[in-house]
C-alpha cells in the first residue's frame, strides 16, 4: 500500500477508534526487511523500532502492532525519495494532517523516526 493509498484510506474515518484499529491493521502489512538492507534502531520510542533502508526503499520493525502501523505510514511516505528529497518533506505535518490519536508517549517516538530520517 502506498502513502496515497494510505492517506486516503485514514481521511475517510472519522471516528478516532476505527483510525487507531485501522492503523494497527496497517501493521499487519508491514513488509519484511531484505537481509541487506541497513537498519536502524530508533530511539525515543515506547516499542522496539528500527528504520531500515536499502537504496531509497525503506522497510521497518517493531514489537507493537500499533508501532508497526505508525511505522508502515512514515517509511511510506519516504519510499522511493532520496535523502534530500526527504529533508525537504515535512513528515510531521503530514503525519499531523492524519489526525491520529496516537498519545503523547507515541508521538515522541513518531518524532524520533522523523529526526532520523531527516538526518540521513
Known amino acids: 500500500m502506498n502513502y496515497i493509498e494510505i492517506k486516503k484510506t485514514l481521511m475517510a474515518i472519522d471516528d478516532p477508534m476505527l483510525k487507531l484499529e485501522t492503523v494497527m491493521d496497517f501493521g499487519h502489512t508491514i513488509s519484511d526487511v531484505p537481509e541487506n538492507a541497513t ?38 511516505m519516504v519510499d522511493g525519495k532520496t535523502p534530500d528529497e526527504i529533508r525537504q518533506m515535512d513528515i510531521g505535518s503530514e503525519f499531523a494532517s492524519l489526525n491520529i490519536a496516537i498519545g503523547a508517549g507515541r508521538v515522541n517516538g513518531v518524532n524520533s523516526m522523523i529526526r532520523f530520517l531527516q538526518n540521513l
Do not use: P, Q
Not at 530511539?43 to 508502515?72: Q, W, Y
Open 39 to 76: 537498519c536502524t534502531e530508533i530511539h525515543g520510542c515506547a516499542s522496539r523500532v528500527e528504520i531500515c533502508r536499502l537504496g531509497n526503499n525503506f522497510f521497518g520493525r517493531a514489537d507493537s502492532h500499533l508501532v508497526r502501523g505508525i511505522v508502515v505510514i512514515i517509511t511510506a
